[in-house]
């Protein structure tokens, strides 16, 4: 018998976060060894009168594949999977595995062509702006150790999270997406952060369950060559299967200029990926009033309550400042007083202190007015 949560997941995934209407293609993406939540996806596409497909694959299998792929198999590798993302108008992925570490020794030459060739085209290029689409991860062992919790307790927090009334959170969000969209200025601080730039004319989004499950953010952009000063992020952060720590970044003119962490010189490697990655694609204030504490999991990490992101590499359509890269990278600080608290201001008045929204217009977003 299903876990009737699950089934509620999938519902809403279906009829809310892409909204399949009668005849759409919708690609379901599962990445692990877990079955029950893909099955349930396909039951409920078919339900809406969307046609299914589906896509199992492995990381250890990728590992092996990108060890050993030239340049010209992953380009036909690409030609092939591009094509399929053309025919589609939805796309529901979900993130499993046991070890998110198993990229970690692909050699940085094949994961620069893989980001590229393949990730870029499909994903960026594409899926991102041409179909209906949502991420999320599967509650599985690996996680639940991520999160030091017992696989039960996070069970119980995942759906917590991934089944929050969204819609409720949507109308709370208008405020601060109208905020940001007449906002000239923003200043960051926290302890070794004090970052200054230019959000003018680029706009802002909100995510409220239709992209990301889970989710709670609302994101713009800074001008390009506005940024300056330094940010130094306090939650870990896994790209291609390496985990940095203690990022730090100078920025001048709009450029990372200085970049350190706990594995430097790979933080380079990939900052040096284009031109693009070493400036900033998007900036976000996360607030899921369910997620407090970082798992090394973008998907979670980015809306966690109290937290923002500001992330190099490739911005979105929807918020653009002209920045295009094969990288994006969300990296997170958490401004809460635990993580040692911080300021965000806009136009020189504090919107944010410590991770608590305090103009009024904006209180709505507080935990204990979106639980």
Not at 65 to 72: F, P
Not at 150 to 169: H, R
Not at 333 to 353: A, C, M, N, S, T
């Amino acid at each position: 018998m299903r876990d009737p949560r699950m089934q509620k997941l999938a519902a809403n995934l279906v009829s809310y976060s892409i909204n399949v209407q009668p005849g759409e293609n919708v690609l379901i993406d599962m990445i692990g060894s877990e079955r029950e939540l893909a099955k349930c996806l396909v039951e409920e596409v078919a339900k809406a009168g969307g046609r299914p497909f589906v896509e199992t694959s492995d990381r250890s299998v990728l590992r092996a594949m990108l060890m050993n792929a030239t340049e010209e198999q992953i380009e036909l590798w690409a030609s092939f999977d591009l094509k399929r993302m053309q025919a589609m108008q939805g796309y529901i992925a979900i993130r499993s595995g046991e070890n998110i570490n198993a990229l970690a020794d692909v050699p940085s030459d094949k994961m620069k062509l893989y980001d590229k060739l393949y990730r870029h085209p499909i994903h960026s290029e594409q899926r991102v702006k041409h179909t209906k689409w949502v991420v999320l991860r599967y509650p599985n062992d690996s996680m639940a150790q991520l999160a030091s919790m017992s696989t039960e307790a996070f069970e119980d927090f995942y759906f917590d999270v991934c089944n929050l009334d969204y819609a409720k959170m949507d109308k709370a969000m208008d405020p601060l997406e109208a905020l940001m969209k007449r906002t000239d200025r923003v200043r960051i601080t926290a302890p070794g952060t004090d970052l200054t730039f230019s959000i003018r004319g680029i706009g802002a989004s909100k995510c409220s369950g239709e992209r990301n499950i889970p989710d709670g953010e609302v994101y713009t952009c800074p001008i390009r060559n506005s940024v300056q000063g330094t940010i130094a992020y306090n939650t870990p952060s896994v790209y291609s299967g390496v985990t940095f720590e203690n990022i730090t970044f100078t920025f001048q003119d709009g450029k990372i200029v200085e970049a350190t962490s706990s594995n430097t010189e790979k933080l380079n490697e990939i900052l040096d990926t284009d031109e693009g990655a070493r400036y900033i694609g998007e900036f976000s204030l996360g607030f899921n009033p369910y997620i407090l504490h970082p798992m090394k999991d973008t998907l979670f990490d980015e809306k966690i309550a109290g937290s923002l992101h500001f992330t190099p590499g490739q911005a979105y359509e929807i918020t653009d400042n002209g920045n295009r890269s094969a990288v994006h990278w969300d990296l997170v600080l958490i401004q809460r007083p635990e993580y040692g608290g911080g300021e965000v201001y806009f136009d020189d008045v504090l919107i944010r202190k410590d991770g608590r929204f305090v103009i009024p217009e904006l209180e709505g977003l507080n935990p204990e007015n979106l639980k």
